[in-house]
């Protein structure tokens, strides 16, 4: 069984570039987690999908973050404008019926 | 609120020796407990889980936790250690009292292993 793909691996922007990260779930997992893991730090829940729909996103800064998943499957975040303390892993998660997380290999952000 | 305490920041341990990691937790109801470990420069690898029954719970890799209700306590063991467990651990607790299930992640504790 394939995991959950996020893509790239890393990232290298300017302050105040945007960026947009991938994700592809285990298949037939219907609920998606963006978390941001800062380094020293264990990771902070983003936004959460429920096939297409926003369960949670009570922690994503949405003044520059936002985040879809428009066929119930792969899903995209995007930063827009980027600032410093962006730098950091964001992880996909991905879940059956809401018990135990899958997590991809995350996509390392630096921000200059 | 809801909340994961992992009180040791980093751990080292000699290859061979016993492991404990630690793991206390602040939640309103039964929790779900959950340990992952993650390598350096991975994403988060699921050792073990707790949902409800036995307390004493077996995961991959050789690692046990025990769910202790009165100590608000999962913590992690591990009989003998070995080179390739040094990595970063997180203890995690979620539930159906969270909304969609989300985790809420201790700090993390890193584990070195001595030859």
């Known amino acids: 069984e394939a995991g959950v793909a996020q893509s790239p691996r890393y990232k290298i922007i300017e302050k105040r570039q945007s960026v947009a990260f991938w994700c592809n779930p285990i298949?037939?997992?219907?609920?998606l987690y963006w978390y941001q893991q800062i380094l020293g730090q264990g990771p902070k829940l983003l936004i959460q999908?429920?096939?297409?729909?926003?369960?949670?996103d009570s922690q994503l800064p949405k003044d520059r973050f936002s985040a879809e998943r428009l066929k119930g499957v792969d899903s995209t975040l995007k930063i827009q404008p980027a600032k410093l303390e962006d730098s950091a892993v964001y992880l996909c998660?991905?879940?059956?019926?809401?018990?135990?997380?899958?997590f991809g290999p995350g996509t390392r952000l630096t921000v200059t | 609120a809801q909340s994961v305490t992992q009180p040791d920041i980093h751990i080292t341990v000699s290859e061979g020796a016993s492991l404990e990691l630690r793991c206390n937790y602040s939640y309103g109801a039964t929790p779900y407990l959950f340990w992952y470990v993650q390598s350096p420069g991975q994403g988060l690898q699921l050792l073990l889980k707790y949902f409800s029954g036995d307390t004493l719970v077996q995961g991959i890799k050789g690692f046990e936790a025990e769910f202790k209700r009165s100590q608000s306590s999962f913590n992690l063991r591990k009989p003998s250690v070995h080179w390739s467990d040094a990595a970063e651990y997180f203890c995690?607790?979620?539930?159906?009292?969270?909304?969609?299930?989300?985790?809420?992640f201790g700090q993390g504790t890193e584990l070195s292993v001595k030859p």
């Open positions: 999908f429920q096939n297409n729909g926003v369960v949670d």
């Open positions: 995690a607790v979620g539930g159906p009292y969270n909304q969609g299930g989300k985790l809420i």
């Open positions: 298949s037939g997992h219907a609920t």
């Open positions: 998660a991905s879940s059956f019926l809401r018990r135990e997380q899958y």
